[in-house]
């Protein structure tokens, strides 16, 4: 599967919205672009994914750019909660190899309150 | 509670002990992983199963583990002559479907003193 590129760490205020970017230049054309997120001493749980088209869900907002080079995962009003290691993933909807997630080391969002 | 469960939660082992932990996927799901994650660092996958079958294994996985899920249900992974370079989290996630949401347990950690 492609890599992703992605900052340490981000700090937000609580209350105001975050911007999580994520850089996949060699994204594929049949790669899906994941997010997940690991709070503090719990295993990684689903944010939201996409192809070509923004998504939205309850938990957040995936924006991706026209040339699916880059993706921004957009938490809309930061709370406290919010505060964990967030991973943008790439996989591949067609090879069948693809059963594995590469989770990098993340961004490690800090809310301030 | 029907989220994937992992037992224990927490082993201390001494080096060349043998050491088992066992996860409990979400029932109707046919699909499971194992992941290692060490301090730092994001999830590094080990393993797969679709049903009782074994499809895909990482060159993390050394000789000494070795991972089963004899009824399609629970699995194990096992580590024979525990090492202190094996003491990671071990996580275990279960999905539906190939390319979909991945449910991650709280993950077992291990220490080899």
């Known amino acids: 599967d492609a890599k992703t590129t992605q900052p340490n760490s981000m700090e937000s205020n609580e209350e105001e919205p975050v911007h999580l970017p994520c850089n996949h230049s060699?994204?594929?054309?049949?790669?899906?672009i994941h997010w997940y997120r690991q709070l503090p001493s719990q295993g990684p749980e689903y944010v939201i994914h996409?192809?070509?088209s923004n998504v939205n869900n309850r938990m957040a907002s995936l924006a991706i750019a026209e040339d699916r080079k880059s993706s921004t995962l957009i938490l809309h009003r930061a709370t406290l909660r919010d505060a964990a290691v967030y991973y943008c993933?790439?996989?591949?909807?067609?090879?069948?190899?693809?059963?594995?997630?590469?989770f990098g080391t993340g961004t490690s969002l800090t809310v301030i309150p | 509670d029907t989220g994937v469960s992992q037992d224990p939660r927490h082993k201390i082992t001494k080096r060349g002990q043998n050491v088992t932990f066992r996860c409990d996927p979400i029932?109707?799901?046919?699909?499971l992983y194992w992941y290692r994650q060490t301090l730092g660092q994001g999830p590094e996958f080990l393993t797969y199963?679709?049903?009782?079958?074994?499809?895909?294994k990482s060159r993390l996985l050394s000789d000494r583990f070795s991972a089963e899920r004899p009824k399609g249900s629970f699995s194990t992974l096992e580590i024979q002559r525990t090492e202190q370079g094996d003491s990671a989290m071990y996580l275990c996630?279960?999905?539906?479907?190939?390319?979909?949401?991945?449910?991650f347990g709280p993950g077992t950690r291990l220490t080899v003193l």
């Open positions: 996630a279960s999905s539906t479907s190939t390319w979909g949401e991945q449910f």
């Open positions: 060699t994204i594929s054309g049949t790669d899906y």
């Open positions: 996409g192809l070509t």
């Open positions: 993933i790439l996989r591949d909807s067609v090879r069948n190899t693809g059963n594995q997630f590469y």
């Open positions: 029932s109707e799901h046919n699909r």
């Open positions: 199963f679709q049903n009782e079958a074994q499809l895909e």
